[in-house]
């Protein structure tokens, strides 16, 4: 990885001597140090008005919507190097100082809450992935960490699970983390994730610490720069998160015959992307004897030259299975940049993400804990269902979003409803063992246990054997229609849209469509809402109709979401009937978008295009 504002990071593709690399930030931290936070100039346009107060309330006003617009449901995101065409850098040092600070007065607030006294030494930890920009924000961070009156430690290269686990494990047990990353997007973006011991913070907390951040960003025009007072200390969390994932597959496999190294004998595949996934290969796999000979792109580097580092990416699949084949690998395994996602592909040479995955990890899961209820998002198949119910376990249909999927489950448990697994179709999945955490690491841990226990009982199937009873749908396809407004208009434009289908699907106007519905939730403001009497923040609105005609019954379904990332509104079709896809995107341009003139406020491009030509591009 080279970068004029970061040192070489060097790691062999199999080092299994290799420590995971710490952040390149250190000398910078440990000196005097300073970054600049000169504002850009602010041009405010169309402000008709001889009035210098109202003038300066209306460039305040764009400042403060720069940092509320960064906010992306539970995380921060936003752009922090220049390079994408039409978009300008938003996630700058001065908006991330802003932001860490609010979370470092949110985190000292709400321990004095609970602790019902003034609190001091408030430990804050922060890693990052290997882009480009983290060393720079991360100054940023530390900065405003430094403002609020925490304490910083500085985790270096790390993994979005890895920085919740330093909230808990001895002796780190911090009092907070950050993660800095933008998953799997561009090495232009970047991002923050919070949590706290209690886990990842809903998208209200980061909505609120958003708006607070908004206000100091906007009233520092006159900044130029900050020192730090206090430098953060240098940390290796990852050798202990490491250690802690070794131990959790050495006491649950058991091996009656090398405990010490239980998966000796497998051949198995890193994909790391060149994202912070390396650690797994030389620090878990080589470890407990595996071995990872042929694995692929474990050096971490911010520019992603080889693939984009994520589970749904078909390249990164495609690259992994030629490496499992070629090598005749036992599993190969594809994380993306912060891992707190996998995918995973048999010894086949089959690649087992979205659908296929939660069915690996709910047969896993039902075997652990038979009868339990399995949570996913409203996009997962009928046949998913089924499979789920045919090995005794309940299916709870939930929105869109990994945060609504996690809290979902632990609203169940809470309840009295045993909820072990939470999985949504991206990759993402927790577990109640594992503190309702999603981390790509343990999910793939857990397989890999799974994986040595059928071999240790004479099984020569492979994974791939659980799920191959599993049916997947004729037909799935993902269309996009784009908001045609203003920035600031567009989320509320969005929900009108989407509330104009619920609508419509409700009074019956649209043949055969019927609101979705499971279980103890239902469809009624959002999508599969709780029916409790506290039900969770809705944070982008969605629903999910099913899709049924004479003569084939139901065969399928469709869902409308209100996009958190960008000012779209994303549908989903899957079907069991041939050209069922097709059907009803006709369906939804004739019968609801064009009847209700949704087609004026949405960019029906996509839409009208699959519905006369069956493409998608």
């Known amino acids: 990885m080279a970068s004029t504002s970061t040192s070489s990071i060097s790691l062999r593709n199999n080092a299994p001597g290799t420590r995971f690399p710490s952040s390149t930030t250190s000398k910078l931290l440990h000196s005097n140090l300073k970054f ?21 309330e209306a460039v305040i006003d764009e400042e403060m919507d720069k940092i509320r617009r960064l906010q992306n449901g539970s995380d921060v995101r936003g752009v922090a190097l220049q390079g994408e065409k039409g978009r300008t850098v938003d996630l700058s040092p001065p908006a991330v100082e802003a932001i860490a600070e609010s979370f470092g007065e949110w985190v000292i607030n709400g321990l004095e809450k609970e602790k019902g006294r003034v609190v001091e030494n408030v430990r804050v930890s922060l890693g990052r992935d290997p882009r480009l920009s983290g060393a720079s924000l991360s100054v940023a961070v530390f900065s405003g960490l430094d403002r609020a009156g925490c304490l910083a430690f500085d985790m270096g290269l790390a993994t979005t699970p890895a920085c919740f686990m330093s909230t808990l494990l001895p002796p780190f047990a911090y009092d907070a983390s950050i993660m800095m990353t933008a998953s799997h997007l561009p090495y232009t973006r970047n991002g923050l994730k919070f949590f706290t011991r209690r886990g990842g913070l809903t998208s209200p907390e980061v909505e609120e610490i958003c708006g607070k951040a908004a206000r100091k960003y906007a009233n520092r025009l006159a900044k130029v720069s900050t020192m730090l007072k206090t430098p953060p200390e240098r940390v290796d969390f990852m050798s202990t998160y490491a250690k802690h994932l070794r131990n959790i597959i050495k006491e649950r496999v058991n091996h009656p015959f090398h405990y010490d190294t239980p998966l000796k004998g497998f051949q198995i595949i890193v994909n790391a992307g060149n994202g912070s996934g390396g650690f797994f290969t030389w620090d878990v796999l080589d470890k407990l004897g595996a071995e990872t000979f042929g694995s692929l792109h474990i050096n971490p580097d911010g520019m992603f030259p080889n693939h984009i580092p994520n589970p749904e990416d078909k390249i990164a699949m495609a690259l992994t299975r030629a490496a499992v084949l070629e090598n005749s690998a036992d599993l190969g395994i594809v994380f993306d940049t912060d891992v707190d996602r996998s995918g995973v592909v048999d010894k086949e040479g089959n690649p087992i993400n979205g659908d296929r995955l939660i069915a690996l990890m709910s047969a896993i899961v039902l075997r652990e804990h038979p009868g339990t209820t399995i949570v996913t998002d409203a996009r997962t198949s ?11 376990g309940q299916h709870c249909l939930y929105r869109v979003g990994y945060r609504n999927v996690i809290d979902k489950g632990v609203q169940l448990n809470k309840n009295g409803i045993e909820t072990h697994l939470m999985m949504e179709t991206s990759g993402h999945g927790a577990l109640k063992e594992n503190y309702f955490l999603d981390d790509g690491a343990y999910m793939v841990v857990k397989i890999i246990i799974e994986m040595v226990r059928m071999k240790l009982a004479g099984s020569d199937e492979g994974i791939g054997s659980l799920i191959k009873y599993l049916e997947e749908p004729l037909e799935s396809v993902e269309l996009r229609m784009n908001i045609i407004s203003e920035p600031r208009h567009a989320k509320a434009r969005g929900m009108d849209a989407i509330e104009t289908f619920r609508s419509f699907v409700e009074e019956g106007r649209i043949e055969g469509w019927e609101l979705d519905s499971c279980g103890d939730c239902w469809v009624a403001d959002g999508c599969l809402v709780d029916s409790n009497d506290d039900p969770a923040a809705v944070d982008a609105h969605m629903y999910r109709a099913k899709v049924s005609d004479e003569k084939l019954g139901q065969h399928g379904w469709i869902h409308l979401r209100q996009s958190i990332h960008n000012p779209n509104i994303a549908v989903n079709m899957q079907s069991m009937a041939p050209g069922g896809c097709l059907s009803m995107a006709k369906t939804l341009r004739d019968k609801f978008l064009v009847a209700s003139g949704m087609d004026k406020i949405l960019d029906i491009t996509q839409i009208d295009k699959y519905a006369r030509t069956g493409l998608v591009k």
């Open 36 to 56: 600049p936070l000169l504002m850009p100039a602010t041009k405010a346009t169309g402000i008709k008005s001889s009035s210098a107060t109202r003038y300066n």
């Open 382 to 392: 009928m046949a998913l269902t089924r499979f789920i119910i045919d090995r005794g």
